[in-house]
């Protein structure tokens, strides 16, 4: 459940790093997370945040620049860069373009900017998370993370009561965090940031009644 978390999130421990991964199975609020560093930053600083794939609508209500392409990422200076779904930025599943990968981030670096990925585990692979100062993780399976990656290495030799056998599993409204040291942050939930309500539930059952008078005209048809 979400809970009520009136503090803001250390935003300088957490973006004062080159590069700072958000990892998590689906549906556990990557992007809830990625809207708390977004608004807190906000909030305190005047730096430029440049966005990709978070939806138009949402990225006005977050007052926030958007782009698009490898190209456009290489263009900006000096801003904190937020990327969900790494995936579809980066083609990570070819191994010819990790060099490709590489020269992006270092340009990224090189322009002075700070930036967040955010993934599935699975998406993080051994050369990218050796990049990362700062890991922030949510609910996943520990069999998804990549053996003998970075990530994979701070969350085994997490000892927290939060990591089981099998799963790493936190509060709705909690992300673990590590730069070194391990700590936990608490996140806001923003109702008008979340989209996935509007989304239409498939398997709502029709009222008793209606089904009722579905099963008469059926049954009076084979009569």
């Known amino acids: 459940m979400w809970g009520e978390c009136p503090e803001m999130i250390n935003i300088n421990r957490i973006m004062n790093n080159d590069l700072t991964i958000l990892t998590s199975r689906s549906n556990e609020g990557k992007s809830m997370v990625l809207f708390n560093l977004i608004k807190d930053y906000k909030a305190r600083f005047k730096g430029d945040i440049w966005v990709f794939g978070v939806k138009g609508e949402l990225c006005k209500s977050l007052d926030v620049n958007i782009f698009n392409s490898l190209t ?34 270092r340009m990224v670096n090189h322009n ?28 996943l399976v520990l069999s998804d993370l990549i053996n003998g990656s970075r990530a994979k290495d701070v969350i085994m030799q997490y000892k927290g009561t939060e990591r089981g056998t099998f799963l790493l599993n936190l509060k709705q409204d909690e992300v673990l965090c590590f730069d070194g040291k391990y700590w936990k942050e608490n996140v806001n939930y923003y109702l008008e940031l979340d989209l996935k309500l ?11 009644e209606k089904v009722f008078v579905k099963k008469c005209k059926i049954e009076k048809v084979k009569q």
């Open 198 to 208: 509007k989304n239409v539930d498939l398997f709502v059952q029709e009222k008793e």
């Open 112 to 139: 002075g900017n700070k930036i967040v990925l955010c993934g599935l585990p699975t998406d993080f692979k051994k050369y990218l998370c050796a990049k990362a100062k700062c890991f922030l993780f949510k609910t």
């Open 72 to 105: 456009e990422l290489e263009e900006i200076k000096n801003s904190i860069i937020i990327v969900d779904e790494v995936g579809l930025l980066f083609d990570l599943e070819d191994r010819k373009n990790r060099k490709m990968v590489d020269l992006t981030l």
